[in-house]
């Protein structure tokens, strides 16, 4: 219980700091006991005893007033306990009750920003959409062929009728034409066809058939022994020398070796080429040596565009 040492107001809330009335300090009051009213009083000495009373003083008729007593203060009230209407100060109570109302506001701060957001974003999305329609809905930027001509909510019309076509669609660039893969050449039959015009260039060397045997050259030579681009017809001079003035022409190949180019169009034939030519009234011509011949894919044909001596 706490007393107001001003105004003499007592309040049971001992929380309270200030008078309600006044804005005083209060005091702490202790509650009356019911044996206090019969305690005896002792004065202290002299202040009284064996003094006599003060004589009756008489006051004259009308002068007289009726002393009344003094009422005790009702009991105040606790007041709302978030302000002192005194001082105009915050008091005990007051900063809950002020935190809870900072975050009832802040929380209603925070709502209203959270819907704003939303609702631009909603808006933004709607925005795009309808752009995106838009241009779906021109037909310059309709690049998809329609399933159907027709309204999908009516029927097709009667008879033949050629579907409209969409001439607004965006042309489109032509495919690039790829190159047609050539296919793997086969060096094996190559190599054979190879091997075979080598044996049919024997074949005419030893029958001495000249027509035969310049069949299987090229109209220029890369190499002729120790020429370069030299003609066919030097070619056939010199092996028409050579029939004529030998009548007996025996040759033969042995090791032979044929390497294909993996285009096809080019290979090497290396051999050992054994050989005996002898005439009536001539020197026999032998010998033995290892040549190389060149052949060219022309026309379909292997012919010999090189032919020279290694050793």
Request: charge should be neutral; aromatic fraction near 6%; include cysteine.
């Amino acid at each position: 219980m706490k007393r107001c040492p001003v105004c003499q107001s007592v309040y049971a809330d001992d929380s309270l700091r200030f008078c309600l009335q006044d804005g005083a300090t209060l005091e702490s009051a202790r509650e009356q006991s019911a044996s206090d009213e019969f305690k005896t009083l002792v004065l202290p000495e002299g202040s009284g005893a064996g003094r006599e009373l003060p004589p009756t003083e008489v006051l004259p008729p009308g002068s007289q007033q009726t002393a009344r007593p003094r009422q005790p203060s009702p009991t105040a009230q606790p007041g709302p306990r978030d302000t002192n209407p005194v001082t105009n100060q915050n008091i005990e109570g007051a900063a809950p009750r002020r935190s809870m109302a900072t975050i009832v506001g802040l929380t209603v701060v925070g709502t209203i920003v959270l819907l704003a957001l939303g609702g631009l974003g909603a808006w933004l999305l709607l925005r795009d959409k309808g752009g995106d329609t838009a241009q779906r809905n021109d037909g310059s930027l309709n690049v998809n062929t329609p399933r159907s001509p027709y309204n999908e909510n009516s029927a097709p019309p009667k008879g033949n009728v050629q579907p409209p076509s969409n001439t607004n669609a965006a042309k489109l660039p032509p495919p690039t034409p790829t190159a047609t893969p050539t296919p793997a050449t086969n060096l094996s039959m190559e190599e054979t066809q190879v091997r075979a015009s080598l044996s049919g260039w024997l074949s005419s060397f030893r029958a001495r058939d000249i027509d035969e045997y310049m069949a299987h050259y090229a109209d220029v030579l890369d190499a002729y022994y120790l020429s370069r681009n030299t003609g066919v017809a030097r070619v056939r001079a010199d092996k028409e020398r050579a029939f004529t003035k030998y009548s007996t022409i025996d040759v033969s190949l042995s090791n032979i070796r044929v390497q294909v180019e993996p285009s096809g169009q080019r290979a090497v034939a290396t051999f050992t080429k054994t050989y005996r030519l002898s005439g009536p009234g001539v020197n026999t011509f032998e010998g033995s040596g290892l040549n190389r011949f060149t052949f060219t894919k022309i026309g379909g044909r292997w012919l010999i565009t090189g032919e020279e001596d290694i050793t």
